[in-house]
């Protein structure tokens, strides 16, 4: 399937995209909600009208943000069926880390902030890259790099490759030639003029022919085997919630005997799981493992998402890896004995472990708690007839009700 002219591949189409159109709608929700808390705001500050006016203004940005968002993603749409059937608690975590608007800063950097931080990523990887048939960029955001890159003229076909719809939606309007319009919200803005911005976004031009963009997961994606010339990582690998060698043996997957792997960007992971979180030996070590080995390494500090109407300023230090996939390697994955066998074997039971029983209790208080709510009872009422089922005296229930709903952040 395809939504406006992109295929969108991935193993559960139906899910995936249930997912994003739960996404988007929660992004509608919550600009339109910020907008009615700001002008609750506006109403206290009667005596600043200078206040006063910016508040207006960023409430009236905040909905028509919304308002561009809604056409720019109504293709989504089309899951609307989809996200009522399949349970929330099945969607909620197939993207951990990812929402909606979780990269739209790098809308901005890409086509609106100016040319010095693109212009340093495209200097860094262009030398490394050989110019070779097929470049597929996984994990490419909005796609300027991969846009950079193409209308050099070196590859004769460019895939961009990413799982958010609004950035690969974006991308393939502006390299069309169209402008989109989307307000930038700095985080620290300079002054109050910086508090919302409306970007007219636009590529230098329209992108030259053999370039196309595929929703697809990087550690699951549906190029055949040995079927890429060069694969290109940019800000990809440490953001990924799973261990980087699926990633790894994915891009091994696909590259050709002796075909090249760039791996560009930080490796400031963030997962929980300390086993994840690898240095750059490290990394070269489980590369090795996945099937390549390394041609060169090189480092650099580089600004970073560096808004020019922010008051904040960043540079990190970014790593660029070239590897070499190995001519005779034959991919073969085994299971991990004993690590998730249940997943790898669906007949399997499920463990119901220590952690298993603490989520079950967690979810079943969600329940019992919000199904109490009537719009009439206070938390006092509220404690005084959970207390009891829960082995807890009405004071001690009132405390542990105000911090869990209090946390939900529900306005008046």
């Keep these: 399937m395809q939504l406006e002219g992109i295929p969108f591949s991935f193993s ?15 992004a509608l929700r919550e600009l339109r909600q910020e907008a009615r808390s700001i002008l609750k705001g506006c109403d206290k500050k009667k005596d600043f009208p200078q206040i006063q006016k910016k508040l207006r203004k960023l409430a009236e940005a905040k909905n028509k943000q919304a308002k561009f968002l809604e056409e720019i993603l109504s293709s989504l749409n089309e899951f609307e069926k989809a996200a009522k059937e399949i349970p929330p608690i099945v969607l909620q975590n197939l993207y951990p880390n990812q929402n909606l608007l979780s990269y739209v800063d790098n809308i901005h950097r890409d086509w609106s902030w100016g040319e010095v931080e693109n212009q340093e990523s495209y200097d860094f990887v262009r030398t490394a890259l050989k110019d070779v048939g097929t470049l597929a960029v996984l994990g490419s955001g909005s796609s300027r790099l991969a846009y950079d890159l193409h209308q050099e003229g070196r590859f004769e076909r460019t895939i961009a490759v990413d799982i958010n719809p609004l950035l690969l939606m974006v991308a393939k309007r502006l390299m069309e030639g169209k402008n989109v319009k989307l307000y930038d919200f700095p985080i620290a803005p300079l002054s109050r003029e910086d508090v919302c911005l409306l970007s007219k976004l636009q590529a230098p031009k329209k992108v030259r022919e053999g370039f196309e963009f595929l929703f697809s997961d990087a550690t699951n994606l549906s190029f055949e085997d040995s079927s890429i010339d060069i694969v290109l990582t940019p800000w990809l690998i440490d953001i990924l919630p799973h261990d980087p ?5 994915e891009v091994s997957r696909i590259l050709k005997p002796k075909g090249q792997w760039v791996l560009f960007g930080p490796l400031g992971f963030g997962y929980q799981n300390p086993e994840y979180h690898l240095s750059p030996e490290e990394l070269e070590e489980v590369a090795i493992e996945a099937g390549f080995q390394i041609e060169k390494k090189s480092q650099k500090e580089m600004q970073y998402m560096n808004n020019p109407h922010s008051q904040h300023s960043r540079r990190e230090n970014l790593f660029l890896f070239e590897f070499t996939k190995k001519e005779n390697f034959s991919l073969e994955i085994e299971k991990e004995e004993g690590k998730l066998s249940w997943a790898q074997d669906t007949s399997k039971a499920i463990p119901l472990n220590e952690k298993v029983k603490l989520l079950k209790q967690t979810h079943q208080t969600y329940h019992m708690v919000l199904s109490e709510i009537d719009g009439v009872t206070p938390i006092k009422g509220l404690a005084q007839k959970l207390g009891p089922r829960w082995g807890l005296a009405p004071e001690e229930a009132e405390v542990s009700l105000k911090n869990f709903l209090t946390s939900l952040d529900i306005d008046d």
């Design 12 to 26: 559960s189409e139906k899910m995936v995209g249930a997912y994003w159109y739960v996404k988007w709608q929660q």
């Design 245 to 249: 060698l699926n990633l790894m043996r």
